[in-house]
């Protein structure tokens, strides 16, 4: 469970598909079993990014969704969730919590991606990552504490029962408003999620009489 998932990533047209055409489910997204309760404030629409920094194709994704969030409208808060696989998934899982922790993850987040597939480093070490953590700001004692801290154990938890509870097979994904899911197989190509995912973000407002 929670593996990264080695699609075949060929575009199918689906960029026009998305703006000009409705929706298949069970052909462009899929509908969860059962709601995930989202964890915005009321009246937000929920994107919910589920990734680990060591899957190549979650790093590839974030060209497209890093520039897709700029443009997203104030109704819409996204929610990065980090895989929690165990070995490695749950240390960078970890990682992603205290960098949160130390007020670091949006200087951090991109950089982590491409120290990893980039530079090839591992970070998966406390060491390690004290050392990346102290070039942001923050001492290496500080990190270690985070990293090791209550707090952070107890978010790596809660991400596990989410993904759960979602019940994803593989990362990267997006879940859109705890009910509706894309993938790069959904979707067709990882560039096509985003355009997906708003579709999806305006079917939500239509179904809450938002627009």
């Excluded at 060209?63 to 109704?75: G, N, P, S």
């Excluded at 290496?140 to 759960?164: C, D, I, P, T, Y």
């Excluded at 593989?170 to 990882?190: K, M």
């Amino acid at each position: 469970m929670f593996k990264p998932l080695m699609f075949a990533l060929a575009g199918l047209g689906l960029s026009s598909l998305a703006t000009a055409s409705p929706l298949v489910e069970g052909q462009h997204y899929e509908v969860l079993p059962q709601p995930v309760e989202t964890r915005v404030a009321e009246g937000q629409i929920e994107v919910t990014e589920a990734f680990w920094y060591g899957c190549p194709h979650c790093y590839n994704l974030q060209q497209h969704v890093t520039a897709w969030y700029e443009t997203l409208d104030e109704d819409v808060s996204v929610v990065h969730l980090p895989g929690t696989m165990g070995g490695d998934w749950n240390k960078h899982a970890a990682a992603f919590y205290a960098a949160e922790e130390l007020g670091i993850v949006e200087a951090v987040h991109a950089d982590f991606f491409d120290a990893i597939h980039q530079q090839n480093r591992r970070l998966t070490e406390t060491d390690d990552l004290a050392d990346f953590f102290s070039g942001y700001g923050v001492s290496e004692e500080e990190a270690r504490q985070a990293l090791g801290s209550f707090a952070v154990k107890s978010k790596v938890n809660q991400a596990h029962s989410r993904l759960r509870a979602m019940r994803l097979m593989g990362v990267p994904a997006l879940v859109i408003d705890g009910r509706y899911l894309v993938t790069p197989s959904s979707a067709g190509s990882l560039s096509n999620m985003p355009q997906i995912a708003d579709a999806l973000i305006e079917k939500v407002r239509e179904e809450r009489g938002d627009s």
